[in-house]
């Protein structure tokens, strides 16, 4: 399976969450990111890459990139954190509307025992009940404990994520 996690600038939500999933994952699936607003080439927030560190994950090679209509066909799902990012990938390619949501609704699903696999999420997709939730951007702030905090709801969502993708023998 091909993943792709989109955030704004892709320097701290979308490169931890790749990080953390292909660590979780190892083999058998593709884990990506971009930003709608991605600094191409620019390397990941310092914070992130010390919360990837704190985890035993190396992420000081990571260069951010932009969102377009390229990335877009390739992924078997798309990831954002905001409705925002979601939407400004249905407008670059509206055919991807069946393979994009947002983080958190895949996590609560997951954890509602409303979706129990991804296999399962295209027969699901208009059945799944709403859930309202946004994940803000910690680039502005201060403290690391706050920074990190958003961050350790990216980890349990991408937890709760990986125990939906399909084991590969």
């Known amino acids: 399976m091909n993943i792709l996690f989109v955030c704004t600038g892709n320097i701290c939500r979308s490169p931890v969450a790749e990080f953390l999933l292909r660590d979780l994952v190892r083999e058998g ?5 971009a930003g709608i607003a991605g600094l191409s080439g620019y390397a990941m927030d310092p914070r992130s890459v010390e919360y990837l560190r704190l985890r035993g994950i190396d992420g ?7 969102v377009s209509r390229r990335i877009l ?11 925002e990012h979601v939407n400004e990938c249905l407008t670059l390619e509206p055919a991807a509307i069946s393979r994009t949501f947002r983080l958190c609704q895949l996590a609560a699903w ?25 994940l803000e951007d910690p680039v502005t702030f201060q403290t690391f404990d706050d920074y990190f905090r958003v961050l350790d709801v ?10 939906l993708l399909p084991v590969e023998v």
């Open 29 to 33: 699936h593709t884990v990506s990111s």
């Open 60 to 66: 000081n090679e990571f260069a951010a990139r932009r």
């Open 73 to 83: 066909k390739e992924p078997d799902l798309i990831i954002g954190f905001e409705q």
């Open 110 to 134: 997951q954890r509602n025992g409303d979706l129990t696999s991804l296999a399962d999420l295209p027969a699901l997709r208009r059945t799944l009940p709403a859930v309202d939730c946004e």
């Open 154 to 163: 990216i980890s349990a969502d991408v937890a709760a994520l990986a125990e």
